[in-house]
């Protein structure tokens, strides 16, 4: 059975960086089979947590993946047996009074080649024979069709089930040569479609701090992808800032001095735009290393040690009660960091996207690719400019 990603969305220089970069991969699932996190203070002021289970991995990560994802994988081998016995291992250590409990794969949660059916059946009835009020996973939108979202529900005895699926740009071109998301728009929108149908709530994963692009550009991506997920029935979305992680593409553009995670002033602004409506249908996610701790992590969006702690607080705030309020009083707090954000936003470019991308790509190829990048340089960047052309803003 074939992993479940459109080959045809490929960015072979991003994919080829990404094995790279994960060959000599170590990690957490080298050695657990399966990984709780509690997020404190409770989304909403409910209490949840996320039960994550071993298994290969995401498919799209065997061939490079996401410039961003460090989800990791385990081994081939791994049956559907253990996978079941590890969530049943994982639910035993978690309390009993949880109202939401995301349980996930290290990708896809439908996709067969990642979770066989079996082992997703006995996966959810061990979720339904928990008292936890509703459910959710994540999985690509390749992997979203009729009968097993009908087949989920029913085993979950038609309990609240929401599903995350990574958009993380709705701009093709920026989805494919700055992320190598390797998503059809068209498949997303059908995905979304069937999870509504079935009165499966949707949330659309959207990043912010996207590489190659300024902080501006960020920022109008991130909003652009929000609205337009929303624009095609999303129910939510959760809203990520990008973190420099070990063995992703990100740290080795961080390294080569190419990249480095946005701001979180750059993450308020985002959410100010967007406005009380759409916030309060937004999730906030890896926003605070306090919340989220990862071995794995490099690097992380921030502010200065001055103003750090309470820009955090409203961000907590907002993210238990989705009271526009504490968005706007981060809107309204004043620091030198502050200022050196909003130069850096309105500092002039001195080149475009779409040549700053062509730089990029010429040091991974001479770095990295050698005869590859030798006999296939020419023919990737005209692709690269051809397709630039359908977005008047990337030039």
Same mark, same amino acid.
């Given at each position: 059975m074939k992993a479940a990603y459109d080959p045809a969305k490929i960015n072979e220089v991003l994919s080829r960086l990404g094995i790279q970069m994960k060959k000599d991969r170590g990690g957490f699932w080298i050695d657990?089979?399966? #990984?709780?996190?509690?997020?404190?203070?409770?989304?909403? #002021?409910?209490? $949840?947590?996320?039960?994550?289970?071993?298994?290969?991995? *995401?498919?799209? @990560?065997?061939?490079?993946? *996401?410039?961003? *994802?460090?989800?990791?994988?385990?081994?081939?081998?791994?049956?559907?047996?253990?996978?079941?016995?590890?969530?049943r291992q994982g639910l $035993?250590?978690?309390?009993?009074?949880?109202?939401?409990?995301?349980?996930?794969?290290? #990708?896809?949660?439908?996709? $067969?080649?990642?979770?066989p059916k079996v082992a997703? &059946?006995?996966?959810?009835?061990?979720?339904?024979?928990?008292?936890?009020?509703?459910?959710?996973?994540?999985?690509?939108?390749?992997?979203i069709n009729d009968s097993v979202v009908s087949e989920c529900c029913s085993h979950l005895s038609h309990r609240p089930l929401k599903v995350y699926v990574g958009l993380e740009s709705a701009n093709p071109w920026i989805s494919k040569y700055c992320i190598n998301k390797a998503l059809s728009l068209d498949v997303f929108e059908q995905g979304i479609s069937t999870l509504s149908k079935h009165n499966v709530q949707s949330v659309s994963n959207?990043?912010?701090?996207?590489?190659? &692009?300024?902080?501006?550009?960020?920022?109008?991506?991130?909003?652009?992808?929000?609205?337009w997920a929303f624009s095609r029935g999303t129910t939510e979305c959760c809203l990520f800032p990008t973190?420099?992680?070990?063995?992703?593409?990100?740290?080795?553009?961080?390294?080569?001095? /190419?990249?480095?995670?946005?701001? &979180?002033?750059?993450?308020?602004?985002? &959410?100010?735009?967007?406005?009380?409506?759409? *916030?309060?249908k937004i999730e906030l996610s890896w926003y605070s290393t306090h919340k989220y701790q990862d071995p794995n992590l490099v690097l992380s969006p921030t502010t200065c040690h001055q103003c750090y702690e309470t820009v955090i607080h409203h961000l907590d705030r907002f993210d238990e009660t989705a009271d526009f309020e504490f968005i706007l009083k981060l809107v309204n707090l004043e620091c030198s960091c502050k200022d050196l954000w909003?130069? $850096?936003?309105?500092?002039?470019?001195? @080149?475009?996207?779409?040549?700053?991308?062509?730089?990029?790509?010429? /040091?991974?190829?001479?770095?990295l690719l050698h005869s590859w990048w030798d006999v296939n340089r020419d023919n990737v960047l005209q692709k690269l400019t051809i397709d630039a052309e359908a977005y008047s803003w990337i030039r």
């Amino acid at each position: 059975m074939k992993a479940a990603y459109d080959p045809a969305k490929i960015n072979e220089v991003l994919s080829r960086l990404g094995i790279q970069m994960k060959k000599d991969r170590g990690g957490f699932w080298i050695d657990n089979t399966y #990984g709780i996190r509690h997020a404190p203070p409770f989304r909403h #002021g409910k209490p $949840e947590a996320g039960l994550w289970f071993r298994t290969r991995g *995401c498919g799209h @990560d065997r061939i490079g993946g *996401c410039v961003m *994802c460090d989800y990791g994988a385990g081994p081939d081998s791994i049956t559907p047996d253990e996978m079941v016995n590890s969530v049943r291992q994982g639910l $035993e250590t978690l309390p009993k009074n949880l109202y939401h409990l995301l349980v996930s794969p290290l #990708g896809s949660f439908l996709d $067969e080649w990642e979770v066989p059916k079996v082992a997703r &059946l006995g996966i959810l009835q061990l979720m339904n024979n928990t008292y936890y009020e509703s459910f959710s996973f994540e999985s690509r939108a390749e992997t979203i069709n009729d009968s097993v979202v009908s087949e989920c529900c029913s085993h979950l005895s038609h309990r609240p089930l929401k599903v995350y699926v990574g958009l993380e740009s709705a701009n093709p071109w920026i989805s494919k040569y700055c992320i190598n998301k390797a998503l059809s728009l068209d498949v997303f929108e059908q995905g979304i479609s069937t999870l509504s149908k079935h009165n499966v709530q949707s949330v659309s994963n959207v990043i912010l701090g996207t590489p190659f &692009l300024s902080p501006n550009e960020q920022i109008q991506d991130a909003v652009q992808s929000v609205l337009w997920a929303f624009s095609r029935g999303t129910t939510e979305c959760c809203l990520f800032p990008t973190h420099v992680k070990k063995w992703t593409s990100l740290v080795w553009l961080y390294q080569m001095g /190419l990249y480095s995670p946005p701001t &979180l002033w750059s993450y308020v602004e985002v &959410l100010r735009l967007l406005g009380p409506d759409a *916030c309060s249908k937004i999730e906030l996610s890896w926003y605070s290393t306090h919340k989220y701790q990862d071995p794995n992590l490099v690097l992380s969006p921030t502010t200065c040690h001055q103003c750090y702690e309470t820009v955090i607080h409203h961000l907590d705030r907002f993210d238990e009660t989705a009271d526009f309020e504490f968005i706007l009083k981060l809107v309204n707090l004043e620091c030198s960091c502050k200022d050196l954000w909003r130069n $850096e936003l309105t500092a002039p470019q001195s @080149d475009t996207i779409l040549n700053r991308m062509i730089n990029a790509y010429e /040091l991974i190829g001479n770095r990295l690719l050698h005869s590859w990048w030798d006999v296939n340089r020419d023919n990737v960047l005209q692709k690269l400019t051809i397709d630039a052309e359908a977005y008047s803003w990337i030039r």
